[in-house]
């Protein structure tokens, strides 16, 4: 079934794949994380993820795909999903130059039908995936269903606390309610970090801590760990939040039948 924000997300995000690309190249971090795992994962992830030697893992939504290098560097079997094929394209060369042996398939998160059930011993999202997806619940079915039973379910996302501030320097002031979950339109170039008007569509979605939790849940998975971390803040965000968390990671594992 057609979902046309999904379909916009996309296309700017195909559009946007080569300036993206090249900030990655800026920040120097994909050619080394390989080796360097805690360049990409942080402590709490690494907890999980280190000791994952041989085991099949899936990434949804990989984005720049430094997570995905860094997990098969640690020695897993990596699926790369990603709903951009020209991020996959990017990150396809990228995984060549460094000897990585990286699946990579193109596909929304919320319909993996080109993925078994039962297929994975670890799936894996990350980064700012869930802003871009219209049905949370949907997504987490999904993951939960490729799962093996008793696999883990580990997600790493921007804190929602992040999301309800209007742009500004030196304060905070609030520019939508933490419940409005959307969807929330923009007009916009194919710049990503540093967003301007443009004529691509783009539509974020704002989800809830308690939405996540329960989209766990629901998708038969019991909960190991929720834990929020982190408290500086970047220029990209447009807001003083220091102190606030900047993310949420909620680790589970999928119930047996």
């Known amino acids: 079934m057609t979902n046309i924000y999904h379909d916009a997300n996309m296309t700017r995000w195909n559009a946007a794949a080569d300036s993206w690309g090249k900030s990655a190249d800026g920040r120097g971090l994909w050619n080394r994380c390989h080796q360097e795992p805690e ?3 942080s402590p709490y992830e690494l907890r999980y993820l280190r000791p ?5 893992v899936c990434v949804l939504g990989s984005g720049d795909n430094q997570a995905v290098f860094a997990l098969a560097g640690l020695g897993a079997q990596v699926t790369s999903v990603d709903i951009s094929q020209q991020q996959l394209d990017i990150a396809s060369g990228r995984a060549k130059e460094l000897g990585l042996a990286v699946r990579f398939l193109q596909a929304d998160v919320t319909n993996l039908s080109c993925i078994d059930s039962e297929s994975f011993d670890v799936v894996y999202t990350g980064g700012h995936v869930a802003v871009w997806v219209s049905d949370l619940q949907r997504y987490y079915l ?3 269903r490729i799962l093996k039973p008793r696999g883990l379910f580990v997600i790493n996302e921007y804190h929602p606390f992040r999301r309800i501030w209007k742009e500004s320097q030196d304060s905070l002031v609030v520019g939508s309610s933490y419940y409005d979950r959307g969807p929330f339109e923009y007009d916009v170039s194919e710049e990503i970090l540093n967003a301007k008007p443009g004529n691509l569509k783009s539509y974020e979605f704002h ?5 996540f939790i329960s989209a766990v849940r629901n998708a038969g998975c019991q909960l190991i760990e929720v834990a929020e971390f982190g408290e500086g803040f970047a220029d990209w965000e447009g807001a003083p939040m220091k102190g606030l968390p900047e993310n949420l990671l909620v680790v589970a594992k999928k119930c047996p039948r």
């Open 52 to 56: 994952i030697t041989g085991k099949r």
């Open 142 to 144: 999904e993951a939960a």
């Open 39 to 41: 360049l990409v994962l």
């Open 207 to 211: 989800w809830t801590v308690s939405d």
